[in-house]
T-cell receptor, first 112, second 115 residues
Framework: SQKIEQNSEALNIQEGKTATLTCNYT??????LQWYRQDPGRGPVFLLL?????KEKRKERLKVTFDTTLKQSLFHITASQPADSATYLC???????????FGTGTQLKVEL | DAGVTQSPTHLIKTRGQQVTLRCSPK?????VSWYQQALGQGPQFIFQ???????QRGNFPDRFSGHQFPNYSSELNVNALLLGDSALYLC???FGGGGFITEAFFGQGTRLTVV
């Protein structure tokens, strides 16, 4: 069956450290993988997109890697800040690319 | 530039009733997708509208229906509400002419509670 798995437990890290979140998928062949941030009671906000032929993408303090052999993406936030505390969702472009299939999300808490 | 707007923000309905949720996409976007997000879960794809037609549908019963208007705004209708329909309903707009969605813009959602 098709699955997208993210760490179900919350990730607690200290301010200034690098947070690393994992997204694993099975039985998909996505052309794109995207990461979104979601704050409580709000809609997700797009952060980064990486294509199947790209290994790594960066944007400011964010870095995403995509390994289509391992069927895994890693999402890194360097020099983390309390304001980075949120739930982070990975999403695959599936169904011909017309829809996004989301993981369950990982809650990140950055502590002072 | 207004982003994606949804109305209402909160709604309480009784089992068996019908509900209509509304979405105005971001300016310049032609594609609207609807998602249901239960507490602690990721958004689940309901369906997508492009050129006023339903292009793709997720695993949701026929009680869920929608519409897209010529100005690209959209409605989500749910009939015969069940307690399990309680969730955050998200509208996402994108531009792509029905092709790959490379970035979706989400509204703030409508929190539906069925009692």
């Amino acid at each position: 069956s098709q699955k997208i798995e993210q760490n179900s437990e919350a990730l607690n890290i200290q301010e200034g450290k690098t947070a690393t979140l994992t997204c694993n998928y099975t039985n998909y062949s996505p052309a794109y993988l995207q990461w979104y941030r979601q704050d409580p009671g709000r809609g997700p906000v797009f952060l980064l997109l990486i294509r199947e032929n790209e290994k790594e993408k960066r944007k400011e303090r964010l870095k995403v890697t995509f390994d289509t052999t391992l069927k895994q993406s890693l999402f890194h936030i360097t020099a983390s800040q309390p304001a980075d505390s949120a739930t982070y969702l990975c999403a695959l472009s599936t169904g011909g690319g017309n829809k996004l299939t989301f993981g369950t999300g990982t809650q990140l808490k950055v502590e002072l | 530039d207004a982003g994606v707007t949804q109305s209402p923000t909160h709604l309480i309905k009784t089992r068996g009733q019908q509900v209509t949720l509304r979405c105005s996409p971001k300016s310049g976007h032609d594609t609207v997708s609807w998602y249901q997000q239960a507490l602690g879960q990721g958004p689940q794809f309901i369906f997508q509208y492009y050129e006023e037609e339903e292009r793709q549908r997720g695993n949701f019963p026929d009680r869920f229906s929608g519409h897209q208007f010529p100005n690209y705004s959209s409605e989500l209708n749910v009939n015969a509400l069940l307690l399990g329909d309680s969730a955050l309903y998200l509208c996402a707009s994108s531009f792509g002419g029905g092709g790959f969605i490379t970035e979706a813009f989400f509204g703030q959602g409508t929190r539906l509670t069925v009692v």
